[in-house]
């Protein structure tokens, strides 16, 4: 009898260099992701286009602003259970492997509202503001923040 293989979470990873990308897809491997990388608007549209769901997107910091807002919102139209980490900034690699490592176990759960974001603040381990529901975790110096697209 055959044991059925875990499911690995499939992430989409997605910024302006490719090498910054490819590392990124090296630390979501070492945690147990698939991972899709994306250097250009038409290749994460393609990446939407024919992936059923990712668990995990993650938007770098090499984005513009208006990017990052575009992408968010098509994925949360296409993908409306994937968890977005919007990256503002440079990440240390542990730090970055912990959050998406956490949002990967947590995808679904806590993604699932389209509106009404309640802002909770955490004052330990870094973390300094976290806002509920479908959002976008953004890292920044001080800290993580989920949002809403």
């Known amino acids: 009898m055959f044991r059925s293989l875990p ?7 997605y910024g302006n260099y490719r ?3 490819l590392s990124r897809r090296m630390l979501l491997q070492a945690i147990g992701c698939n991972v899709d990388i994306a250097d250009s608007s038409a290749e994460v549209r ?6 059923p769901e990712y668990t995990l997107a993650v938007l770098c910091h090499t984005l513009t602003a208006r990017e990052r807002t575009t992408i968010g919102t ?9 968890a977005i980490y919007a990256l503002e900034g440079t990440v240390e690699p542990q730090e970055f492997m912990l959050h998406a490592s956490e949002l990967v176990k947590t995808a679904g759960s806590s993604h699932t509202s389209t509106s009404g974001f309640e802002p909770v603040t ?3 381990a870094g973390i300094t503001s976290l806002r509920s529901a479908c959002g976008i975790l953004s890292t920044s ?3 993580l923040m989920l949002s809403g697209a």
């Not at 499911?7 to 990873?13: A, I, Q």
């Not at 393609?46 to 992936?51: E, H, I, N, T, V």
């Not at 098509?74 to 994937?82: D, F, M, S, V, W």
Request: net charge positive.
């Open 19 to 21: 090498n910054l990308l």
């Open 46 to 51: 393609k990446c939407l286009d024919s992936q």
């Open 7 to 13: 499911v690995r979470p499939r992430v989409l990873c």
């Open 141 to 143: 110096s001080n800290g």
């Open 74 to 82: 098509t994925l949360r139209a296409q993908h409306p259970n994937t």
């Open 122 to 124: 955490f004052l330990t």
